[in-house]
């Protein structure tokens, strides 16, 4: 985590709410939407959530003849996934909602 905002989350301008990094490594968006019910479920009341930040893609991308490509979701799937759970953060009364886009595959960085 070193190389994220995570750690900036937690810096003394913030202790006036609780930061909950709640990861899911090796998901994909297509997990993502079955979970996020027991997610908000686990605080109680989704009123106390303040900020939801969604970070998936990266293993969306994934080639599907990769050795990672059970976890690849087509770019349509993809969009309708996000789609969804926003729709379901606003259902439950979260408005503030910050899609992170994944970062670049090596193969796309310029040269």
């Known amino acids: 985590c070193v190389d994220t905002f995570w750690p900036d989350l937690n810096s003394p301008i913030v202790l006036q ?3 909950l990094n ?8 297509r997990m993502g939407t079955y979970v996020l019910d027991e997610f908000l ?3 109680g009341s989704a009123g106390r959530i303040k900020l939801v930040t ?4 990266s293993n969306d991308a994934q080639a599907p003849t990769s050795a990672a490509g059970f976890l690849h ?3 349509e799937e993809y969009k309708a996934n996000l789609i ?10 979260v408005y503030n909602i910050l899609i992170i886009t994944p970062p ?8």
């Open 54 to 57: 969604l970070g998936f893609g």
């Open 104 to 111: 670049r595959r090596p193969s796309q960085t310029p040269h």
């Open 73 to 75: 979701v087509p770019l």
């Open 41 to 43: 479920n686990s605080f």
């Open 22 to 29: 709640r990861g899911f490594g090796g998901y994909n968006s």
């Open 84 to 93: 969804a759970m926003v729709k379901k953060l606003r259902s439950k009364g």
């Open 17 to 19: 709410a609780d930061v």
